[in-house]
């Protein structure tokens, strides 16, 4: 029965299938409460939050800070469009290149549109800076990538599901094996007319895939070689989510003392989003230095809602909550914690093959082919159990909670973790 709404969860997802376009398939609970770790469903039950959708409630559910930020600008101004200034946009551009040590910054609001700026920008860079000739500029992508869901980035996907009956595809597009540097070496001497690289530090949405130590340096230094932007697209793995400010996060200028890890690289096209608002609002963000973001002038790219004073005012407040509550250092302490205790499980398990991951953006795979639901069933056992995750592919299951959880309460979900598996293992 319904104690903290009026619905059921039930009649909440009948709603949903009968006038909701069908493009996810949820897994059955109805929440509608949420604060940090937690989130409740309309029935009042707790669940511990193992996806935090998909890595945007970094800083947790209803952080109050960043709650009270959209709140007073709610009341103060919302939108003035980018036709006149507005006195959040400024200080909140010179807080976001400072935290990342970029030039400047493009605002804009979900992932698909920075990953399309980015893209807009690296053309233009190679027509007016590199001296690409007219349309000829090619960008390179790797295999399994996830840029989001517009026609051009779906163009350079290789999920069926993502592209089907979707065509025809934006040119200009070469894909390349994942964690591969050989590959992108060849394809960089072969072709003079590249413009960039996009690329994830970790591929998340294909299943966490981590690459190996060094490939993301060795990317970078090729770039450099052949004239290349080095564009990282950390809408997933960004904002301490991995234990570091940034997954590729290294020998950047940035002001950020909480930015731990090995040292790796610095992109050239910074691409952020998700966890940049903390979750409660759609802000995303491309940085770039002046050589780079020169090429953007007035006219030639822009979006109503871009850098409107709401999403300045929360994503300020979003980036201050990660360094006032040391997230990064929390995400990569717990994170190793995560991964020691899971595979002291598995080495004994049967159902799990492995855990990888870094900081707290970890993934098991299940011991079953790919086509299998033992993933899915697992999930909704997890659930049952106090615990949401999901499965990426098959048989992955993705664990990326918000990065305020405490030790306890980590060891705690590790306990409803293998709890759960056990009651899955073969016999
Ligand atoms: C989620 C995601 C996107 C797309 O972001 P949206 O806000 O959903 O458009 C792009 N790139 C990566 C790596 C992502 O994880």
Redesign the pocket.
């Known amino acids: 029965m319904a104690v903290l709404n009026n619905i059921t969860p039930q009649e909440a997802i009948n709603l949903e299938d009968k006038y909701g376009a069908h493009n996810y398939h949820p897994l059955p609970v109805v929440l509608s409460k949420g604060e940090g770790v937690f989130v409740w469903d309309v029935d009042g039950n707790r669940y511990y939050d193992f996806l935090s959708a ?3 409630v970094n800083q947790g559910h209803c952080h109050p800070s960043i709650v009270n930020a959209m709140i007073q600008q709610a009341q103060t101004l919302t939108l003035t469009s980018r036709a006149f200034h507005n006195d959040q946009l400024g200080p909140y551009e010179e807080f976001v290149t400072r935290y990342f040590g970029f030039d400047k910054v493009l605002p804009m ?7 399309e700026t980015a893209l807009k920008i690296s053309r233009k860079w190679a027509y007016e800076v590199k001296g690409i000739p007219e349309n000829e500029a090619q960008i390179v992508v790797c295999e399994n ?6 026609t051009t ?1 779906i163009s350079f996907s290789n999920d069926p599901v993502a592209r089907d009956n979707f065509g025809p595809f934006t040119e200009g597009f070469i894909k390349i094996p994942y964690d591969n540097a050989d590959a992108l070496e060849a394809t960089l001497k072969n072709n003079p007319n590249i413009a960039g690289f996009l690329v ?1 530090p970790i ?3 294909a299943g966490v895939y981590v690459p190996s130590e060094g490939y993301l340096a060795k990317a970078k230094a090729l770039c450099e070689a052949h004239n290349v932007l080095f564009i990282a ?5 960004g904002i301490a989510r991995t234990g570091r400010l940034l997954a590729t996060c290294g020998n950047c200028s940035c002001e950020n003392k909480d930015c731990s890890g090995t040292p790796e690289v610095k992109p050239d096209i910074l ?1 952020l ?2 966890a940049l608002s903390g979750g409660v609002y ?1 802000v ?1 963000a491309v940085l770039a230095n002046d050589a780079i973001m020169k090429v953007i002038t007035p006219g030639s790219h822009g979006s109503t809602f871009g850098g409107n004073p709401i999403g300045a005012a929360v994503a300020m407040a979003a980036l201050k909550v990660i360094n006032n509550e040391e997230l990064t250092e929390n995400a990569y302490q717990l994170g190793n914690l995560f991964r020691t205790r899971l595979n002291a499980y598995i080495e004994t398990s049967t159902i799990v093959i492995s855990v990888r991951g870094k900081g707290l953006l970890n993934a098991i795979i299940i011991n079953d082919h790919e086509e299998s639901d033992t993933a899915w069933n697992i999930c909704l056992k997890l659930r049952d159990n106090g615990l949401l995750a999901k499965p990426t592919h098959g048989n992955i299951i993705r664990f990326a909670p918000p990065l305020v959880m405490t030790e306890t309460q980590l060891l705690e979900c590790v306990d409803i973790i293998t709890k759960t598996l056990k009651a899955f293992e073969k016999s």
């Open positions: 998909y890595s945007s609001n979900t992932g698909a549109e920075a990953v990538n996830f840029h989001g869901r517009t980035i994830e591929q998340g949405e697209d950390e809408v997933q793995t691409i989003g998700k759609p995303s």
